[in-house]
């Protein structure tokens, strides 16, 4: 009887990991998301998976921190940013639910010249020193799969960290390390990257929130988790192959 309820509840993966359910999915209304003010959509299948943390907000570990984070990280980049939107198109939280972002279809502000063509994930924490919770790396493997299955994702897609694309620390020097032995990681995605690709019109610096060298040091965590400041960077070093 077990086993056969196993065989209902799980396959086998595209990428050969064994997974039984989908990972808790919270709707944009179920986290009180704000309206996009403009949205782009993306051609499907987008070929390119980009690994993102928050570094702030700091690692949630419940649903109601997890909402707080998001409404703080959409804010932070509609207000601060002038952005359309939060600028992911998923969130990970450690409660291991996955958050809505722009969600499978709208192009995200996450990765220059590679927002119109990926889904962006973002695990919420700051993952320079220690990785995220087996748990929460799980869920973002599901989610990723869930793109596979569910036509979003190509099935040959590759996985890259934000910093292969821009100047920034994102997505933690510990997370960086685990993410190249996911599947489809590939260590060099510029040399696939077809010169022409417009500019996005969002993204084009970057997001002062994720990287430690822009953010606002503070001592007090308080602030350090809700505070951090616009840095104005040049974007022409972010920019290497227009
Ligand atoms: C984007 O997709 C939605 C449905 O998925 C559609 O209603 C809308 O017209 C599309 N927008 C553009 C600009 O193509
Ligand atoms: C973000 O924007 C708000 C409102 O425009 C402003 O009050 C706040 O100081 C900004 N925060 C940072 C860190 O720049
Ligand atoms: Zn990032």
Known sequence: MISYILVILCYFTVANSFVCTDPEIVTRD??????PTDVENL?????????????????CSTKEECINDMQWMQKYHQQNNSWCDIGYNFAVGGDNRIYVGRGWTA????????NSRSIGIVLIGDWTDILPPESQMLAA??????GIRDGYISENYKLIGHRQVRETACPGEALYKEIQMWPHWIPNPDEEVIPVVPLDKEDLKPDPREDPDASLASEDNEIKRHSSTDKDESTSRSIKHT
Not at 43 to 59: C, G, M, R
Not at 107 to 114: C, E, I, K, L
């Open 43 to 59: 051609t499907l299948p987008v070929p390119y998976v980009v690994i993102h943390h928050s570094y702030i907000p700091a690692a």
């Open 107 to 114: 192009v995200g502000a996450h990765a220059p010249r590679y």
């Open 141 to 146: 493997k599901q989610l990723i799969n869930m």
């Open 30 to 35: 179920e986290w009180g998301a704000k309206p």
